[in-house]
């Protein structure tokens, strides 16, 4: 779900509204192939009262892969990274939530990591350094993670013309 509107202060306009990139959901679909592959095994087996049992073991697995899966999904639906005129905004929680603002003025360095699998697929780390109380924080899984310092450094820019008339 998009960051709620109501949650802006007056004047604050939302520069990149994001969620997690789909690598989030790597391992759920990496198990749920490898129960696709159980599956098809227990299929095979020759005697009918192991090839139940085979099945009923692949069916449990399964629906708690699927459980999982519909955790991970809730987990990625309420994540939001957030990029607004006046700071940086990141907020998760299905049940309970937890956030963390970031006010650009704070902001004093942006740095990305990347590997190679992450370049290829276009996800990474985001490292913001901040004057505050926690001084470094890491968002792990951001799309794209070049093209968002670049978002949150044009804010900066344009949050210290207006507030600070250029200087």
Same mark, same amino acid.
Request: aromatic share 10%; glycine share 8%; no cysteine.
């Given at each position: ?75 990625? *639906? ?8 006046? +700071?940086? %905004?990141? #907020?998760?929680? $299905?049940?309970?939530?937890? &956030? ?43 799309? *794209? ?8 450094? +044009?804010? %900066?820019? #344009?949050?210290? $013309?207006?507030?600070?008339? &250029?200087?």
């Amino acid at each position: 779900m998009p960051f709620p509107r109501r949650l802006l202060n007056d004047g604050e306009v939302i520069a990149l509204d994001m969620r997690p990139h789909w690598w989030f959901f790597a391992r759920p679909i990496a198990t749920g192939l490898l129960l696709v592959v159980a599956f098809a095994g227990a299929l095979k087996i020759g005697n009918d009262d192991a090839r139940s049992v085979s099945l009923y073991a692949v069916a449990a697995v399964a629906v708690v892969w699927a459980a999982w899966l519909m955790v991970r999904f809730l987990r990625w *639906h309420t994540t939001n990274f957030v990029v607004t005129s006046d +700071r940086l %905004i990141f #907020r998760a929680g $299905v049940l309970g939530k937890r &956030g963390q603002e970031i006010p650009l003025e704070r902001v004093n360095d942006i740095s990305f990591d990347r590997t190679l699998w992450d370049r290829i697929i276009g996800s990474g780390d985001l490292l913001i350094e901040s004057a505050g109380e926690r001084g470094q924080q890491t968002f792990t899984d951001i799309p *794209h993670p070049d093209a968002v310092q670049q978002v949150i450094y +044009r804010e %900066i820019k #344009r949050d210290s $013309v207006d507030n600070h008339g &250029g200087r």
